[in-house]
């Protein structure tokens, strides 16, 4: 909850302050973090699947589907490259947008470690074998 308040008020924050819009020509915030996002899902799935198969070049991989990223959001790399760009020389904002990646991610991992011990009722937890 503290972290969904966090983002929101971030986003009212920035939203809010004129020195830290986004210029025209220049990917907006919340498109720019879903686009970050996605490349970093892409080099992690690229790094492990050239990590189970040799034969997989990881830097084509990360290439290519870099390249299918930049498709499905509609943007081309130079686009993306002069935003990062933009974002890189405006640090403030480029953390906001790191902690809000990095939340996500926070979420996605709980959400995950919640479903593989689903399984796990009341019944299995460990207290219950130390009462006598």
């Known amino acids: 909850m503290k972290t969904f308040l966090f983002v929101i008020s971030t986003c009212i924050w920035i939203s809010c302050s004129d020195k830290n819009k986004t210029p025209p020509g220049i990917i907006p915030l919340n498109e720019m973090s879903r ?21 997989i070049n990881v830097e084509s991989q990360t290439k290519a ?28 904002i480029l953390r906001i947008m790191f902690d809000s990646l990095y939340s996500q991610k926070q979420r996605e991992s709980d959400l995950q470690m919640k ?12 207290g219950k074998f130390l009462k006598k």
Do not use: C
Not at 35 to 55: H, P
Not at 75 to 86: G, R
């Open 115 to 126: 479903e593989k011990y689903k399984h796990l009722g009341k019944d299995s937890l460990p």
């Open 35 to 55: 686009i970050m996002w996605d490349i970093i899902r892409a080099q992690s799935f690229a790094n492990e699947t050239s990590r189970k198969d040799s034969s």
């Open 65 to 92: 589907l870099t390249k299918k990223v930049f498709e499905i959001h509609n943007v081309s790399s130079s686009l993306f490259d002069k935003s990062y760009d933009w974002y890189s020389s405006h640090p403030d």
